[in-house]
């Protein structure tokens, strides 16, 4: 099996004068995760490491550079799926972490719940041993002097040299979103999911993603023969059709083929392949 990567930087508008610094951001991101696989690394280490290196870009909403609620505040949530084991983590509204990912790693590994929120999804990272930071360190300048809307997430899918799937999705919330409000990055079969037939993450308006719990069902046509390129468009046709909402996706199969849709402005991304060289894409 050749293994195959492909990261995503938030499906939404942006700058024109950005473009060219997130595909970038998400070419970094990517190599970091290739090299996990390059190495004989699970696509589900490859899939943190990348995501990790996307919550430390400040052009990115997820980590360093997550938009701010209501109050002004940080709320991050962030999965992760190992594909072979059906095994996941994820974590939602937390406020003082350099990588929400870790946590819904740690969360998976634990193996006691899927989900932890709020001060308890706080408290279980503190105990794991989770960087933690003061939440003025994530908020950077331009989020603070803008405040305006974008429904940025970032993500990794991947299949690696044995086969095994993973996928994984952070983002920092939705700008000006209620304190408390959960959107689709962290619950399995919305934002993320992964099995042995491949992996999916999502990104966009999360309210319409869960109500298509959109990641599924881009497996699902997966599973009834469709390769990924196919499955991706015609999962977020099914979206914009049903909810009149904006999201992409990211996905692979177990074959190790690739494949990417949005309906968004934009949606900068990356993908790696064996004998290939970094292929971006806005």
């Known amino acids: 099996m050749e293994p195959v990567l492909v990261v995503h930087g938030g499906a939404g508008s942006i700058l024109d004068g ?8 998400c070419r970094r991101a990517a190599l970091a995760g290739w090299a996990i696989l390059q190495g004989g690394g699970a696509a589900l280490d490859a899939v943190q490491r990348a995501v990790e290196v996307l919550e430390d870009d400040p052009l ?13 505040r940080i709320q991050q949530d962030a999965s992760i799926m190992d594909g072979p084991r059906l095994a ?16 819904a790693r740690q969360v998976l590994e634990d193996g006691r719940h899927l989900l932890l929120v709020g001060e308890g999804a706080q408290r279980f990272a503190r105990q794991a041993g989770i960087e933690e930071c003061r939440e ?5 300048a331009a989020r603070r002097r803008q405040w305006q809307e974008r429904h940025g997430t970032v993500g990794c899918v991947a299949v690696d040299g044995r086969g095994g799937s993973a996928a994984a999705t952070s983002t920092g919330g939705l700008f000006d979103a209620l304190p408390g409000r959960v959107g689709d990055s962290p619950l399995i079969g919305c934002g993320t999911y992964a099995c042995d037939a491949g992996a999916v993450s999502c990104t966009g308006l999360g309210e319409a993603i869960i109500r298509v719990t959109l990641a599924r069902a881009a497996v699902e046509l997966l599973q009834a023969g469709h390769p990924p390129q196919a499955a991706a468009e015609r999962a977020v046709a099914l979206l914009a059709e049903r909810t009149g909402g904006q999201a992409g996706l990211i996905v692979v199969d177990r074959h190790g083929r690739a494949g990417h849709a ?3 402005g934009h949606m900068p991304l990356c993908v790696m392949a064996a004998g290939a060289e970094p292929m971006v894409a806005a």
Request: glycine share 12%; with cysteine.
């Open 18 to 25: 950005e473009v060219a610094e997130r595909l970038a951001g």
């Open 60 to 72: 990115f909403n997820a980590g360093t550079g997550s938009v701010l609620n209501a109050e002004g």
């Open 88 to 103: 996941a983590g994820a974590v939602a509204n937390v406020t003082c972490l350099r990588h929400p990912i870790h946590a």
């Open 136 to 140: 003025e360190e994530l908020i950077v």
């Open 262 to 264: 949005h309906n968004a």
